[in-house]
């Protein structure tokens, strides 16, 4: 049995630490009433042989829905709760670190770490994601969301996409379209303020839904767009019809939203630290970010072939002037090109970190439990150069699949996160 040395760590408002290492905090953990379970994982890692690691197993974090930050509120499909990344950001680094995700998505783990006084580094095949990420690393005041949207000529649309009106009113639909002439424009021209960054972004996430605060009539989730003709089936279901929205008055009340929990001292700290963040548009394997200026990585990717993030995004990429399917996403559908995939990965994140920087690499459950994705990461880690120290599965009485998909709780879906930690040595 390999033996896993402790992590040492400066405890900042952590649960009973115990002899100063992060392992300690994990066996002693008692932060929702119950005690953390310890066991042993065991891995085959090629030529190396194979590799026990300690798992724990609790509650690390809360099960409860928006309980993060109001910056927070922005929908994305597979994306892992704020307390996930904030739980590894307060205990693996200080305030002025570098914190980075590979696979940033909406950004989760970059805007927690802005929050926590953290430079964010970010990267995305998708361009999709910096336009998602990156104005809430330094969100404009209300006022200048107010002004940027009474510059808008809402009747300037142009030709209106026919096809989308199985989504949207006519008016709305124009509405929509002026919107997006007027930031493609001042995108081209490069003069897009922080205001029109905010409001694509907003509009992005108001493009579809299930209640009045979206664009369209009754559809899926907002983080997933359905095919226009697929549209037309739940409108004939539903014996529904798209109404007309007020697309300014919709971007107004969700900016509100957003910037609920900032405070004016946050806001202020948050554009003081902004001009550190660093986002790349690329693959994840290869990117342009410096050289062991990281401390800590919080990342999951994307898991094998369970979600099409191009279907997903196609209405959010057209808005955005995104060609959805020029985007090379990874959809391994095999463990061992996944696998190679996250190897490769990983070599860039290690060439990234700073010496004893630590990867906290989040993989979830895919195929009903039935493949552990850890055990196709630890190997992945060790064959990238890192050393594996230990797992944590945070353990939910409750699944991420909402009833709007019909699935009772606990009975389908994801209920778990399991995060393997690395570390880099020399």
């Given at each position: 049995?390999?033996?896993?040395?402790?992590?040492?760590?400066?405890?900042?408002?952590?649960?009973?630490p115990?002899g100063?290492?992060?392992?300690?905090?994990l066996?002693?953990?008692a932060?929702?009433?119950?005690?953390?379970?310890?066991?042993?994982?065991?891995?085959?890692?090629?030529p190396?042989?194979?590799?026990?690691?300690?798992?724990?197993?609790?509650?690390?974090?809360?099960?409860?829905q928006?309980?993060?930050h109001?910056?927070?509120?922005?929908?994305?499909?597979?994306?892992?709760?704020?307390?996930?990344?904030?739980?590894?950001?307060?205990?693996?680094?200080?305030?002025?670190?570098?914190?980075?995700?590979?696979?940033?998505?909406?950004?989760?783990?970059?805007?927690?770490?802005?929050?926590?006084?953290?430079?964010?580094?970010?990267?995305?095949?998708?361009p999709?994601?910096?336009?998602?990420?990156?104005?809430?690393?330094?969100?404009?005041?209300?006022?200048?969301?107010?002004?940027?949207?009474?510059?808008?000529?809402?009747?300037?649309?142009?030709?209106?996409?026919?096809?989308?009106?199985?989504?949207?009113?006519p008016?709305?639909?124009?509405?929509?379209?002026?919107?997006?002439?007027?930031?493609?424009?001042?995108?081209?021209?490069?003069?897009?303020t922080?205001?029109?960054?905010w409001?694509?972004?907003?509009?992005?996430?108001?493009?579809?839904?299930?209640?009045?605060?979206?664009?369209?009539?009754?559809?899926?989730?907002?983080?997933?767009?359905v095919?226009?003709?697929?549209?037309?089936?739940?409108?004939?279901?539903?014996?529904?019809?798209?109404?007309?929205?007020?697309v300014?008055?919709?971007?107004?009340?969700?900016?509100?939203?957003?910037?609920?929990?900032?405070?004016?001292?946050?806001?202020?700290?948050?554009?003081?630290?902004?001009?550190?963040?660093?986002?790349?548009?690329?693959?994840?394997?290869?990117?342009s970010?410096?050289?062991?200026?990281?401390?800590?990585?919080?990342t999951?990717?994307?898991?094998?072939?369970?979600?099409?993030?191009?279907?997903?995004?196609?209405?959010?990429?057209?808005?955005?002037?995104?060609e959805?399917?020029?985007?090379?996403?990874?959809?391994?559908?095999?463990?061992?090109?996944?696998?190679?995939?996250?190897?490769?990965?990983l070599?860039?994140?290690?060439?990234?970190?700073?010496?004893?920087?630590?990867?906290?690499?989040?993989?979830?459950?895919?195929?009903?439990?039935a493949?552990?994705l850890?055990?196709?990461?630890?190997?992945?880690?060790?064959?990238?150069?890192?050393?594996?120290?230990?797992?944590?599965i945070?353990?939910?009485?409750?699944?991420?699949?909402?009833?709007?998909?019909?699935v009772?709780n606990?009975?389908?879906g994801?209920?778990?996160?399991?995060?393997?930690?690395?570390?880099?040595?020399?």
């Amino acid at each position: 049995m390999k033996r896993v040395g402790a992590v040492s760590l400066p405890f900042d408002d952590v649960d009973e630490p115990h002899g100063g290492s992060f392992e300690g905090l994990l066996a002693q953990f008692a932060g929702e009433g119950a005690r953390t379970v310890v066991q042993a994982l065991t891995v085959s890692a090629g030529p190396a042989g194979s590799v026990t690691v300690p798992l724990y197993i609790n509650e690390f974090w809360t099960a409860r829905q928006r309980a993060a930050h109001s910056l927070h509120e922005v929908s994305y499909r597979a994306c892992f709760k704020p307390q996930l990344p904030r739980f590894f950001i307060e205990r693996l680094t200080a305030p002025g670190d570098v914190v980075y995700d590979p696979f940033m998505g909406r950004g989760t783990t970059l805007v927690e770490a802005a929050l926590l006084g953290r430079q964010a580094y970010g990267c995305d095949v998708n361009p999709l994601s910096r336009v998602l990420c990156e104005p809430r690393l330094a969100p404009p005041a209300i006022h200048a969301v107010r002004e940027a949207l009474a510059g808008v000529d809402f009747t300037d649309a142009g030709d209106l996409p026919d096809d989308l009106l199985v989504f949207y009113h006519p008016e709305t639909l124009r509405q929509i379209c002026a919107l997006r002439k007027y930031l493609l424009t001042r995108e081209r021209l490069g003069v897009l303020t922080a205001a029109d960054r905010w409001i694509r972004m907003v509009a992005v996430n108001r493009l579809t839904g299930h209640s009045s605060g979206f664009f369209s009539v009754y559809t899926l989730p907002p983080n997933q767009a359905v095919s226009a003709r697929s549209q037309a089936k739940i409108n004939a279901r539903r014996g529904q019809k798209p109404e007309p929205r007020d697309v300014a008055g919709i971007i107004l009340r969700k900016s509100r939203a957003l910037l609920g929990d900032l405070t004016q001292s946050a806001q202020e700290a948050l554009a003081h630290i902004a001009p550190g963040h660093r986002i790349v548009t690329g693959p994840s394997s290869k990117t342009s970010l410096p050289d062991a200026s990281v401390t800590l990585a919080v990342t999951s990717p994307p898991f094998l072939d369970v979600v099409d993030y191009k279907s997903d995004n196609w209405l959010r990429c057209w808005f955005s002037g995104i060609e959805a399917v020029s985007v090379p996403v990874t959809m391994a559908r095999r463990i061992d090109a996944w696998q190679a995939f996250v190897t490769d990965t990983l070599c860039d994140v290690r060439r990234l970190l700073k010496p004893g920087g630590h990867v906290a690499f989040e993989v979830g459950e895919v195929r009903g439990g039935a493949v552990r994705l850890e055990e196709a990461v630890i190997p992945a880690g060790m064959a990238a150069g890192l050393e594996p120290l230990l797992v944590v599965i945070n353990a939910q009485q409750f699944t991420k699949t909402a009833n709007c998909w019909g699935v009772a709780n606990n009975r389908k879906g994801t209920n778990s996160n399991r995060i393997v930690l690395f570390r880099k040595v020399l």
